[in-house]
């Protein structure tokens, strides 16, 4: 079975449309930036890193250094299919950062999008 073309994607060319969704709706590339950074483990400047190298999304959560645990509490629908019944794991994990800039996106604290409570 051939893989979906997100995976060869360059993470890069999709950053821009997570910050210009979260700006639209009145939040900062940095609150975005934190998503990520939590969900993946990646620090700021290693963030940097694989935006210059043009990393495909596939390498780009194989190659995160630590997955949040805490990833796994995150539910619900995104393109119509729910998360957490997603099989193949970089799908899942995929799906987990659009749902996690969709809760910023329509004004969900940051403190519930990062699962602290």
Known sequence: MAKHRIYTTSFASVYPH???????????KAEVDQIITWLTGYDAPALQTQLEQQTDFETFFAEAPHPNPLRTLITGVVCGVRVENIEEPTMREIRYLDKLIDELARGKAMDRILREN
């Open 18 to 28: 997570y910050v210009a969704k979260a700006e639209k709706k009145g939040h900062t």
